[in-house]
């Protein structure tokens, strides 16, 4: 079903192109390009809000000779298809969480994955910033994929049906997890039994005691209702969930120059948009959460957290021969300058 969807979607774009290589007459010549920005959240959280400036922006600066179309919460593909669909065609631009390239053989993107290895958001200003986001993105570039920007969700905290306090109290829960080899790890370091789900599914997959638990930012937690279907969250600050904003190579360098710039520019303002007000996003939904009285907030005592973090020590090890040596050496050194 999902295949004929991106098979139709491509038809759909090569026409296009063929009508504009063949010199269209002059009422389809000035139709807007279009971009089709596909994600899985909701409109209400830090990519939702960033896509929708980006729209804004884009559209405003080309002076509505790009048309952007964004379709939030899976409306169109879920996690997995949706890469499929940008590199076919289908689409043109997404923002996966960094989790979510593994699959796609950029797994060096999930050194962002690694248990406790982003102290805060200044340490990952440099990494996405610096020379290892570049060579990140660069990854792409035989995998038909430009990288435009990192986008900001925030630090994550686990949800459960019973408490979560120390790492004993994961042993036999079965845990939802992205695609990333490395959560599937951590997951394991902890004696959790982890599951590949699509973003889309977890809420039912809760529900229905298909999963005890799972792992995500405030933000996400509170926009998919999880905390109704969850009993406890753990405010554990292991891990961090961001995106990387990427476009299809060939749609964007054949876009003409003059436009690219202004959607260049157009990126560059939502990115600083996104990133200022995920915080805020994230600590809102906390907030909002602890208000409903559905779930209930765990703190981990000093001697818990340390706990944790030996658990966990293991996961960075074990995973450094997948990420590569390199870009787990590059990150550490990244982030722990502190110019
Ligand atoms: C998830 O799949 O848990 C999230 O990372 C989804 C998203 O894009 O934030």
């Not at 994600?39 to 896509?51: E, F, I, L, S």
């Not at 990854?139 to 990192?150: D, H, P, Q, T």
């Not at 891990?239 to 560059?268: Q, S, T």
Request: net charge positive.
């Amino acid at each position: 079903m999902k295949r004929r969807t991106v098979t139709a979607g491509i038809a759909a774009a090569l026409l296009s192109t063929f009508v504009l290589a063949a010199g269209a007459g002059p009422a389809l010549a000035q139709a807007p390009i279009v971009i089709k920005f596909s994600h899985v959240v909701a409109p209400d959280t830090p990519k939702g809000k960033g896509a929708d400036k980006f729209k804004e922006l884009a559209e405003k600066y080309t002076n509505g000779r790009v048309k952007v179309e964004v379709y939030p919460n899976s409306q169109l593909y879920k996690d997995k298809e949706e890469v499929e669909a940008l590199q076919l065609g289908a689409v043109q631009m997404l923002a996966p969480s960094l989790a979510k390239f593994g699959p796609l053989g950029a797994k060096e993107f999930e050194v962002f994955d690694l248990p406790y290895i982003l102290p805060d958001k200044a340490a990952l200003r440099r990494v996405t910033d610096g020379e290892l986001g570049k060579k990140l993105f660069k990854k792409l570039e035989s995998k038909s994929i430009v990288g435009l920007a990192y986008w900001d969700n925030g630090f994550k905290v686990m949800s459960a049906n019973k408490p979560l306090r120390e790492p004993a109290d994961f042993r036999g829960l079965k845990m939802r997890i992205q695609s990333s080899k490395v959560l599937e790890a951590q997951f394991k370091a902890l004696g959790a039994l982890p599951q590949v789900l699509p973003f889309s599914d977890v809420y039912q997959a809760m529900q229905t005691g298909v999963v005890d638990g799972s792992e995500n930012t405030p933000s996400n937690m509170y926009t998919q209702k999880h905390h109704e279907v969850q009993k406890y969250v753990t405010l554990s600050d292991h891990g961090y969930i961001g995106y990387a904003v990427i476009v299809n190579k060939k749609f964007w360098d054949g876009l003409p120059a003059d436009i690219r710039g202004e959607l260049e520019h157009a990126m560059k303002e939502a990115t600083l948009f996104a990133n200022d007000s995920a915080q805020k996003d994230n600590d809102e939904a906390l907030d909002l959460m602890k208000k409903s009285g559905r779930v209930e907030f765990i703190t981990l005592s000093a001697d818990q957290k340390a706990a944790w973090r030996k658990a966990l020590d293991p996961v960075t090890t074990e995973m450094t021969a997948r990420v590569g040596k390199e870009t787990v050496d590059e990150f550490k050194r990244e982030t722990a300058a502190t110019h």
